[in-house]
Nanobody, 125 residues
Framework: QVHLVETGGGLVQAGGSLTLSCQAS????????MGWFRQAPGKEREFVAS????????SYADSVADRSTISRDNAKDTLYLQLNIMKPEDTAVYYC??????????????????WGQGTQVTVSS
């Protein structure tokens, strides 16, 4: 089992920045790919970013590609997402996810085995 806990959410003004963290525990050595997803009110959960085990490979959604950075510290079992130049449409619950099977970053939710409970991010205009 892998347990994921997201932190760092909150209220931020448009144009501001925020860094989310995801602390993993349990079978962390088995985690390969990790990712961030988000779900806005009334919308389906969507892919934000994904990163390989070494951190060398990264994948981003077009909506955040030019203003976000995903990273991980395997020694601390922690995943990060930095969001810059934030917009009201970034308002959502952000979820951390972990895959024990896939070897490359993936936007597909079905590829992830474990999910966190989410952290709320609200961007005011």
């Amino acid at each position: 089992q892998v347990h994921l806990v997201e932190t760092g959410g909150g209220l931020v003004q448009a144009g501001g920045s925020l860094t989310l963290s995801c602390q993993a525990s349990g079978r962390t050595g088995d985690i390969i790919v990790m990712g961030w997803f988000r779900q806005a009110p009334g919308k389906e959960r969507e892919f934000v970013a994904s990163i390989s085990k070494t951190g060398f490979l990264k994948s981003y959604a077009d909506s955040v590609a030019d203003r976000s950075t995903i990273s991980r510290d395997n020694a601390k079992d922690t995943l990060y997402l930095q969001l810059n130049i934030m917009k009201p449409e970034d308002t959502a619950v952000y979820y951390c996810a972990a895959s024990l099977l896939v070897s490359r970053p993936t936007p597909s939710q079905k590829d992830y085995d474990y999910w966190g409970q989410g952290t709320q991010v609200t961007v005011s205009s």
